[in-house]
């Protein structure tokens, strides 16, 4: 393990684990601070994964390295690509994390269901008016078996022995462990990722945030940051499509707190100045580990200082 020691004399843990050298490269997505530009260019050149790949035992092996602990209760945010070739793909990784920690979560979160999606409009674009309208009567309804589109690990976790799935029909979570059917009930139709979501409850069991490969962009916590950053954060309406009891398809609306993570990046990069977070290779992505009441409270400040 190795640590510097940046301004204010603040720590930064850098741990080699996994498939290559002390240092690596920072990760590439997002904007990087001036201080992390100057530290990246003291690291080793990287060594990639050998060519027989990584195996179970040396992920559970760079996990603990990393800082998890067996009582931790981890919110996962993983890219397989960004490991490398892994022996056993993602349900070696999601074996790993049931491994080392607790409880494990990880987002499962469903955008191909909803009419207000980034997703959706993505797709609508172009369109005539009656084409949106039979893409719309052809668009898959929500049901608890609905894949996510949170990537390969987030899927092996979620369709695991033992998962539970939160009920939310947009921005629901899968967890394993003793305390996922806890962490996963109530999700309400109305909350996104505030005080009734699995975020809020993760927050109270001081939960970690493992970005296993991935920037902070992806660091669904800052969401709970939105909705206390302010009293009365700005609201705004979302439509999906849902599966009923019966089978039939039903659309439905309400109004929830407007969710924005363009700036998600550059929160986390100012969070690195302000706190400790472990650092570490698991093959080869560059993996954060940190508290994430801390990170949610950084987030919450930050939004009410810059958010107008």
């Not at 179970?56 to 397989?80: I, K, M, N, P, W």
């Not at 269901?113 to 980034?118: D, G, I, Y």
Request: glycine share 12%; proline share 5%; with cysteine.
């Amino acid at each position: 393990m190795a640590e510097r020691t940046g301004a204010a004399g603040r720590r930064v843990v850098r741990r080699a684990v996994g498939g290559r050298a002390p240092g690596g490269v920072a990760a590439a997505e997002g904007l990087l601070s001036v201080m992390a530009a100057a530290a990246d260019a003291t690291r080793a050149p990287e060594s990639r994964v050998s060519a027989q790949g990584v195996t179970g035992q040396q992920l559970v092996d760079a996990l603990r390295g990393l800082g998890v602990g067996q009582g931790d209760t981890l919110l996962v945010h993983g890219s397989l690509r960004s490991i490398g070739w892994v022996d056993g793909g993602a349900q070696a990784v999601a074996g790993a994390l049931r491994e080392v920690a607790r409880n494990v979560v990880v987002p499962a979160a469903t955008e191909q269901n909803s009419n207000t999606s980034r997703v959706h409009l993505a797709r609508i674009a172009g369109m005539t008016p009656e084409e949106v309208l039979a893409y719309r009567a052809e668009m898959p309804a929500f049901h608890a078996g609905m894949p996510s589109g949170m990537g390969a690990i987030a899927e092996a976790v979620r369709t695991g022995p033992g998962a539970v799935r939160s009920g939310h029909p947009q921005s629901s979570f899968a967890a394993v462990g003793p305390e996922a059917g806890y962490l996963m009930d109530d999700h309400r139709l109305h909350c996104h990722y505030g005080e009734d979501s699995p975020l809020a409850k993760l927050y109270k069991m001081d939960a970690r945030v493992l970005l296993l490969g991935t920037g902070y962009h992806a660091c669904t916590a800052f969401h709970l940051a939105e909705y206390r950053y302010t009293p009365s954060p700005p609201v705004r309406r979302y439509e999906c499509v849902v599966t009923l009891a019966d089978g039939q398809r039903c659309w439905t609306s309400y109004d929830d707190v407007m969710l924005d993570d363009h700036e998600f990046e550059v929160i986390g990069k100012s969070f690195e100045k302000a706190a400790d977070v472990n650092r570490g290779d698991v093959g080869n992505a560059e993996c954060r580990l940190m508290p994430l009441c801390h990170a949610v409270d950084f987030a919450a400040q930050w939004m009410t200082e810059n958010r107008k």
